[in-house]
């Protein structure tokens, strides 16, 4: 409990000599220059990557670690498929208008040009000019899973059609608080992906629910086992992908899962990209990310995907995790995947 009255410290005066104010402004600029030096590297690592996007010869990049901002990372002089998240390579750009905003777990580009950055907590989206389309409090985030993923399919003049994942899998229990009274904890949650248009310039938008299309019948990998030991997917990300030949061509999904188990120490186990028709249905088999991986990248938590080269390449970043750094990696796509 705090003390009913605080006596101030008796004030004391200072004098200083000419001589003295110079040493000691001296001594707060070193410091200064000190600390900032060794601040720089530490805040620009991103050690929880969540989402990407390309833009131009750059990558965009958040980090749930830091609200209200994205960064940049050039891709000039990198040969890849691997692009180390350097410190000394990435410029931060901060949101004006919606420094405030935390748990940034998407980024993508509207059909008018506006960068927007997915929000887990507030479940919306934001760009520089704030709050772009708020979603129905039925994405909110509950025992730490919620919003994970954007797509934006770019539509005439201007409009967007937008893909957003609400995530899916165990429950946190340590997080899972009031919002998840009446849920079992041990089991998994099903994926949600809602799709809606967005007119070109707009803001504030209410995103109805009930005009949206849901996808709720998901078809995920059901490894063996009972819940919660056995694994279970999530689905971090998603990209707008076009499906069958250019005769049958259709619109799909190419979904980024990932498994888990629900126990206090969850062991993680599959992650694959996989198709997926509007209906929810898998189509062809899943690629598993362990067998394209480079070595120190097997087992990483992805949870960033988008597009490199639309229909040929995929970009990837994840968590860092035991990682020795984070990276963006470049796959191409498989040949069946591609439509001719």
């Known amino acids: 409990m705090m003390s009913e009255s605080l006596n101030p410290m008796p004030k004391r005066s200072l004098s200083l000599q000419p001589a003295d104010r110079f040493s000691g402004i001296l001594s707060l600029l070193c410091c200064c220059a000190l600390l900032g030096s060794c601040a720089l590297p530490s805040e620009l690592t991103l050690d929880e990557a969540s989402g990407v996007v390309k833009c131009g010869d750059a990558l965009l990049i958040v980090d749930d670690f830091y609200p209200g901002a994205y960064f940049r990372l050039p891709l000039e002089g990198s040969a890849g498929p691997l692009f180390k998240l350097n410190p000394s390579r990435i410029e931060r750009i901060d949101l004006p208008a919606a420094n405030f905003v935390q748990d940034l777990e998407g980024i993508e580009i509207l059909s008018d040009g ?5 929000s887990e907590r507030q ?12 979603y129905d409090n039925a994405f909110a985030e509950i025992g730490g899973r919620g919003l994970e993923g954007i797509a934006v399919k770019r539509m005439p003049e201007g409009d967007s059609r937008i893909a957003v994942v609400w995530e899916g899998g165990y429950m946190q229990p340590e997080i899972a608080g009031g919002n998840a009274q009446g849920l079992d904890e041990q089991k998994a949650l099903k994926p949600i992906i809602m799709i809606h248009d967005l007119p070109r310039g707009k803001e504030k938008y209410r995103v109805p629910t009930e005009s949206s299309r849901l996808m709720t019948g998901i078809e995920l990998p059901l490894p063996d086992g009972t819940e919660p030991q056995a694994q ?6 998603l990209v707008w992908c076009k499906l069958g030949t250019a005769d049958t061509e259709k619109e799909g999904f190419i979904l980024l899962l990932s498994s888990m188990s629900g126990t206090d120490r969850a062991a993680f186990q599959y992650h694959w990209l996989q198709r997926y028709s509007l209906n929810g249905s898998p189509v062809g088999d899943p690629l598993d990310l362990d067998a394209v991986a480079p070595e120190i990248l097997k087992g990483a938590n992805w949870e960033g995907l988008a597009w490199f080269e639309e229909g040929k390449s995929l970009v990837l970043i994840h968590e860092r995790g035991s990682c020795d750094a984070t990276y963006a990696f470049i796959i191409q796509v498989p040949d069946e995947w591609k439509v001719s």
């Open 114 to 118: 506006r960068i927007v950055v997915l």
């Open 232 to 237: 279970r997917f999530r689905v971090p990300d």
């Open 123 to 134: 479940h919306a989206l934001f760009s520089e000019n704030g709050m772009v389309a708020q």
